[in-house]
């Protein structure tokens, strides 16, 4: 074993020899930028070696890096130990995600958990009767006893009768008995994404929130999107556990920070629900996701699921049922139908585009109740993946950019030193060159401008100066990237409209949903044609988590919702003949000639 002293953290790991640095970063729970599961594509794990024995730089880190190989930076993934080392992570260390949005106000239906009191009384001599029946008398109806809860049930009364006790049911069981003391009756929801997990905890008798909590899902080590999770699998299937690992480590730390937080525990949690993408619920339920990734990408499972928790590894009480949200295919998932349900569309008397953006962009048209719904391969651009400068919507990710008295001005999250720009401040950039005429219609730069003529640089390509103090840029390899995924959304909504034979004239709403969504600047959206101009649009924050949200306190919803998923009219782009003429149209951004 060998000494890795990571000096910027003040920290000192073992290492064994031919390991490379990420694998080992990883292990010890140091969480540095990895779009592509250590495959060295993306260049983002850039860590500088101080000393000791690596192998040598080799041409995919001269080709992201260029000229700071001699400094000593390198790509973790591509380091390969063979003695002591010491290192710096600082250049790519991921901070805490901050994009958690707030969920809007539900209201409380019948409660698909709930909690029953009962005093069990002594029976007189003749009656012929027995604790479980004396006890779900308080019950509308009797139901089925858990062999636990018949076991608790023995030892809270025995011979102590008159003493008041909880039944905690649910529709078809008695889940647990517990005495009738002040403790909490809670419930979590979760939205797994595939980039960040977020989860509210809910008082289930009151129906209010006690706090919510998000992080980035720790499934990033092994690829940034779904696609990468796939090609893990597929190349090493015991990754799939792995996968399953570490989104319940991800869920598990959540719960825990939001219980300590509302002074509870984990086993006054009876009731949890969860929504995610496709590919992410089966990866929660350890199931392989791989046929969803060839054609023709049939999941495993698309009906919604009840579970016990102690059969899927959740730190609550071990009898409390969680939900699992019903999908309608291979890409359009639990999540997705879970915010248009949330939000009662289907019930709107009119057109709205639903949009969730995001690697898999989801597209849902809605129109006098009718639903048409699709995937879109957008690529993991927009979640700074594939760009020069590109990070996550964390600490110094330039989230915003604006020209202001002529001059240009970005905003970096925390207002601190810019480290680098997320996919809501590269919407913004793209949309002012394109206003600015510094772009042309292909998305090509346009070399003369006398405006912005001191921010244009060339070396191998021409790229646009955003900060001189940080040195972030946007290439023109950047654009591209930026440009094949607006193009994706907006192929996809075009196909939905002519499915339903709307026009886009028609789209009386759009509406974007999930937490990139909510910071997208609306006008830069609609300026690089990823929604459409000139029609009212607005965000919903997180959608999927304010379904989950719902869904713990509403049965009606719940069937409300898979009745939705049943009905939805999925369309498989992949399979449709006109839908590159669509994506190649939509590689074109609207420019005024005029001036330029």
């Known amino acids: 074993m060998f000494r890795v002293v990571i000096k910027d953290l003040n920290r000192v790991v073992a290492g064994r020899s031919g390991e490379n640095l990420l694998e080992i970063l990883q292990r010890e729970g140091i969480m540095v930028d990895s779009y592509c599961g250590g495959m060295g594509s993306c260049g983002k794990c850039v860590v500088r070696v101080l000393s ?37 992570v600082r250049y790519s260390l991921s901070a805490p995600s901050l994009a958690l949005t707030e969920t809007l106000e ?36 009797p139901l089925p006893w858990s062999s636990v809860a018949l076991v608790e049930l023995s030892h809270l009364v025995g011979t102590d009768f ?22 909490p009756f809670l419930g979590v929801a979760f939205d797994i994404g595939t980039t960040t997990v977020a989860c509210e905890l809910v008082d289930l008798l009151r129906g209010v929130s006690l706090g919510r909590a998000g992080t980035l899902n720790r499934q990033v080590q092994l690829g940034a999107d779904v696609i990468s999770r796939l090609r893990a699998i597929q190349d090493r299937p015991e990754n799939l556990a792995k996968l399953q690992s570490l989104l319940l480590e ?26 995610g993408n496709t590919i992410m619920e089966h990866l929660f339920l350890g199931v392989s996701p791989l046929s969803i990734g060839v054609a023709p990408y049939v999941p495993v499972f698309r009906r919604a699921m009840e579970l016990k928790a102690k059969d899927v590894g959740l730190n609550v009480h071990p009898e409390a049922q969680v939900y699992l949200f019903p999908q309608v295919a291979g890409y359009v998932g639990g999540d997705v139908i879970g915010g248009v349900s949330a939000l009662d569309l289907e019930n709107e008397n009119r057109t709205i585009l639903y949009v969730d953006i ?63 720009i997320c996919g809501t401040g590269l919407i913004d950039v793209l949309a002012l060159l394109l206003e600015e005429g ?47 995924a607006k193009a994706a959304i907006q192929a996809g909504q ?12 028609d789209i009386e709403e759009v509406i974007l949903a999930g937490a990139f969504g909510s910071f997208i600047n609306p006008k830069s959206a609609q300026r690089i044609g990823l929604i459409p101009s000139h029609v009212p649009s607005r965000a919903v924050g997180n959608a999927s988590l304010f379904g989950a949200k719902r869904a713990l306190l509403s049965l009606d919803f719940r069937k409300k919702t898979e009745r939705l998923a049943s009905r939805s009219h999925y369309v498989e782009l992949s399979a449709r003949p006109d839908f590159q003429d669509y994506f190649f149209e939509s590689l074109i951004f609207e420019v005024d000639e005029q001036g330029v």
């Open 52 to 88: 000791g024995q690596v192998s040598s730089p080799n041409s995919l880190e001269e080709k992201h890096l260029g000229d700071r190989v001699r400094d000593g930076f390198r790509l973790a993934c591509q380091t390969i130990i063979f003695g002591d080392l010491e290192c710096e």
């Open 106 to 141: 539900t209201r409380v239906g019948k409660l698909p958990v709930q909690c029953f009191r009962v005093a069990v009384e002594k029976p007189l001599l003749q009656e012929v009767s027995s604790l479980q029946e004396m006890a779900e008398k308080v019950l509308p109806s």
């Open 162 to 183: 008159g003493k008041e006790l909880t039944l905690i049911v649910d529709e078809k069981s008695v889940l647990w008995v517990r005495p009738s003391d002040p403790l």
């Open 250 to 275: 991800t869920m598990n730390d959540l719960l825990q920070e939001v219980c300590e937080r509302a002074g509870a525990k984990g086993e006054h949690v009876f009731a949890v629900t969860v929504a």
């Open 358 to 420: 995001g690697t898999n962009g989801e597209v849902v048209l809605i129109s006098r109740g009718t639903i048409w719904c699709c995937g879109t391969a957008a690529g993991p651009a927009f979640e700074g993946a594939q760009i020069t400068c590109g990070t996550r919507a964390t600490l110094g990710a330039i989230s915003a950019a604006e020209v202001r008295d002529g001059e240009l001005r970005v905003y970096t999250i925390g207002d601190v030193v810019p480290r680098g």
């Open 438 to 484: 510094l772009l042309g219609p292909t998305g090509r730069f346009r070399e003369k401008n006398s405006r912005w003529g001191s921010r244009l640089v060339k070396d191998r390509s021409w790229a646009f100066v955003l900060s001189h103090d940080s040195h972030i840029i946007v290439t023109q390899d950047d654009v591209s990237q930026l440009q094949l």
């Open 494 to 505: 075009k196909i939905l409209l002519r499915e339903a034979g709307l026009e886009e004239k």
